[in-house]
Structure formats: structure tokens, C-alpha cells
């Protein structure tokens, strides 16, 4: 067994002395729970026509009074048709030597906010979690024009689903967004529409000023600003964009342990969904007194491959708290652990994967014990976590440190038996992340 470094600026440690005597707000919009917000407008020859409103559900922009634009201009829309269940966008601009239009631009723009409360069987309310939401994306881009007119347009189509946190010190949860920019006008390819999942942080059962946020845009530009262009020409570019609510999709902690048993409602009254699978049933647990000695408990249970397990152990407080996680092998497991403070109990859950992410190193509770073997002897004990390795000094006199004992974590308890020489030894055990 190698001796480590205790160098390790990332280590943690615990010291321990034997003698022979003792052993966890939207950004202003304007908008409210329940509201849409949409912006089209189209730009000709220089000139900028367009409206702004914000609706409850049903939204049409520009109004029909505003098209056709001028006969002096050049040809543009943008029209939004929405609610919140589904929008669409239409964009399109266009130009030709005869209108002597240099350039046409039209842009889209929707924001929706909404209010989900969410929840949670066994969740106290308050509770931070990600709830995972779905949409359906459908369009189209088309463009036809000469090269030179070509390479100096663009359009782009847009759905983003925006996090809202309101705490902006908190650890943010992942944001997906899907956007495809057209410009030079490829083809759509397969698989660049479908469902797109965004993550949401909520609070469980509190309702907040629009947990969930969703922005979608098409935008269209035929000549970049100043353009000029001579010869005969006509061109026209159309990007259609349309996002609907497929549902939530996905309830868990902000550690990744997923959730069962849920429900949601929003303020918009749109039915976001809700679960009631079954949650998975970890196996039978069995504890007993461990043959190591009184200090230990012995536990055993049927573990399956691809999938971990944890032990939770409750205080006399009846708080539960995480001890350890061990590997599953597909057979029988037994392990010893030490009952650290006062341990009343323990419980198992089983969860699929090779091991928790994201563990964080703490010191190793380290208790110094009576060894139950002949003579006087001293023991060092203390619980051990499958993505740790622990490393055991004895710190002499002069404050040097000595390699005494190290060993790889396997979620069972761990110790170091000796036989004291002197009054007073202190030993130093040293956790590091493997």
C-alpha cells in the first residue's frame, strides 16, 4: 500500500491524541406572471414601422393597418401569431432593381413569463431544484438572391430559455439553448428542429415572480446597412419560427438526485404537467452488531451492478444525515461502520451510476478506541468514502510528520491498531480526493 503526500493543499485532516488513559428576480422586462410580450417590426428604404404590446394570451404584430409598407419601399414583414402554449414567428424581406431599395430588414421578438409552482412528495417547501422544461421547435429558412447580394445578409432564428435566479451569488443550474444563425443562407439540415429542454430554478411550493422564462426570435436582413447594389435584381429571404410547450419533463435536487411524485400548476393556467412514477425501492437493509467491536454496526445488503448506494444515519435528533456511499457489485454486500456520536439508525438508498458527482472532501471523524485484541492496545478508527484515500502521520516531537498507515476509501470504517510506547502520541489523518 503506498504512502501519499500530505502536501496537498486540497486535503483535509484530523488530529488525534492517545495516551493510556483514554481512549443555497427577473430582470426588469415589464412583464407579470401570465404575460406576453411581443416586438416585430419591419425596416424599408430607412424607414421604421412597428409596434410593441404586451397581452395576456394573444398577441399580432405589426397590425394589418401597418402592411403593405409604403409603395416606395421595399418588401418586409414580421408578424408574430401567439399564446403561450404555442408561437410563431414570420419574418421575411426582400429587394429589387426597380423598387431602387438597397436594403429590407423585419425582426421578431417574443418573451413570455410565467409562474410554475412545483410540488415535491417528501420536498420541504423552499427547497431550490431544477425543473426541467420541454418545447417543440418547427421552421424554415428560404433565400433567393444573387452572391452579392447574399453575402451580405443574414438571418437568424433563435429559442433560448433563460435560468432565473434570484439569488446571483447561488451556483446557477445548466442553460441550453437552441439557435441556428442562416447567414449565407445554408440549407436547414435534418435534426436542426425538434424538442429543446431547458432547466429552470424553482423553489418548491413558493410561488416567485416568473420562475420561468422563455425568449424565441426570427430576424431577417436583405443588405447590410448602406448597401448598394446595381444591375437588375430581386431577392427575397423568409425565416419562420414556431415553439410550442411540450410539458415539464423532469424534476430533481440541485445535487442531481432526480424526483418522484410531483406536481405543477402556473399562474398562466397552462398544464405543465406533473410525475407519479414510483419512486425506486433501495433493498433491504439489514444491521446487526459487528464482530470489529461495540463502536461498529454491521451492515449488509443485495446490491446490483451499475448502481450506488448511500447510508444515511440518524441522530437522536431524528435528522438524517449522509455517512458514506458504497459501489454496488451485483452481489451480497457486508460493511462495518463506526458509529459515529449517536447514531440511532440507519437507512439505504440506491441510486443508478458508478458514483456520486461532485463530492466534496471533508476531515475524517477520527476516534480513538480500546483495541478488543490481547494486550493494551490503541486503535484509530474512523469511516472511509469510496472517492477518498486517507493517509495516517504520527506527528513526533519536533513536529515532523511520519508515515504511519494509508489506505484507499471503500465506504466501510477503517483503522490503525498499535501498542503505545509512551504516555502521549499524536497521529494526523489526512482525507484527499482519488
Not at 416586438?39 to 428604404?45: A, D, E, T
Not at 394570451?57 to 401567439?82: F, K, M, W, Y
Not at 431524528?318 to 458504497?326: F, K
Request: with cysteine.
Amino acid at each position: 500500500m503506498r504512502l501519499l503526500s500530505s502536501s496537498r493543499p486540497d486535503s483535509l485532516f484530523a488530529t488525534g491524541v492517545t495516551s493510556l488513559l483514554f481512549t443555497g428576480i427577473l430582470a426588469g422586462s415589464g412583464l407579470e406572471n401570465g404575460e406576453v410580450q411581443a416586438n416585430g417590426q419591419f425596416l424599408s428604404g430607412g424607414a421604421t414601422l412597428g409596434q410593441e404590446e404586451t397581452l395576456f394570451l394573444e398577441v399580432d404584430s405589426p397590425e394589418s393597418g401597418q402592411l403593405p409598407p409604403p409603395p416606395n419601399a421595399a418588401p418586409a414583414l414580421a408578424r408574430i401569431n401567439g399564446s403561450m402554449l404555442s408561437v410563431s414567428h414570420l419574418a421575411t424581406a426582400g429587394s429589387n432593381s426597380e423598387l431602387g431599395q438597397f436594403n429590407s430588414a423585419a425582426q421578431t421578438l417574443i418573451e413570455y413569463v410565467d409562474n410554475i409552482v412545483v410540488n415535491a412528495e417528501g420536498i420541504a417547501p423552499g427547497t431550490e431544484l431544477i425543473l426541467t422544461v420541454a418545447w417543440n421547435v418547427s421552421g424554415q429558412s428560404t433565400f433567393n438572391a444573387p452572391n452579392r447580394i447574399r453575402t451580405r445578409s443574414r438571418l437568424l432564428l433563435d429559442a433560448a430559455g433563460i435560468a432565473l435566479d434570484p439569488d446571483p451569488d447561488a451556483p446557477e443550474p445548466p442553460r441550453q439553448a437552441w439557435s441556428r444563425d442562416f447567414s449565407n443562407y445554408e440549407e436547414t439540415t435534418d435534426g436542426e428542429f425538434g424538442q429543446i429542454q431547458f432547466d429552470f430554478l424553482v423553489q418548491a411550493g413558493v410561488p416567485s415572480p416568473g420562475n420561468i422564462r422563455m425568449r424565441s426570435a426570427a430576424g431577417v436582413i436583405v443588405g447590410g446597412s448602406g448597401s448598394t447594389f446595381t444591375g437588375n435584381y430581386n431577392c427575397q429571404a423568409r425565416g419562420a419560427l414556431t415553439a410550442e410547450v411540450v410539458g415539464a419533463t423532469d424534476l430533481r435536487t440541485k445535487s442531481g438526485r432526480t424526483l418522484y411524485r410531483w406536481t405543477t400548476n402556473s399562474h398562466s393556467g397552462i398544464d405543465y404537467g406533473s410525475r407519479d412514477d414510483d419512486p425506486p425501492q433501495g433493498p433491504t437493509l439489514t444491521i446487526g452488531p459487528s464482530e470489529v467491536g461495540e463502536e461498529f454496526s454491521a451492515l449488509s445488503w443485495a446490491s446490483r451492478e451499475n448502481h450506488f448506494y448511500l447510508i444515511e444515519a440518524a441522530a437522536t435528533n431524528g435528522l438524517w444525515a449522509l455517512v458514506t456511499e458504497v459501489p454496488g457489485t451485483g452481489l451480497p454486500l457486508s460493511i462495518d461502520l463506526l458509529n459515529e456520536g449517536r447514531t440511532t439508525g440507519y437507512r439505504i438508498r440506491e441510486i443508478f451510476g458508478s458514483q456520486s458527482s461532485n463530492h466534496v472532501v471533508r476531515a475524517p471523524v477520527l476516534q480513538v478506541l480500546k483495541s478488543h485484541s490481547d494486550g493494551l492496545n490503541i486503535r484509530l478508527a474512523w469511516n472511509t468514502h469510496p472517492q477518498e484515500i486517507y493517509q495516517l502521520n504520527e506527528i513526533l516531537p519536533d513536529g515532523t510528520e511520519s508515515p504511519a498507515f494509508a489506505v484507499s476509501g471503500d465506504g466501510a470504517a477503517t483503522w490503525f491498531d498499535f501498542e503505545p510506547e509512551t504516555q502521549s502520541r499524536v497521529f494526523q489523518v489526512r482525507a484527499i480526493k482519488n
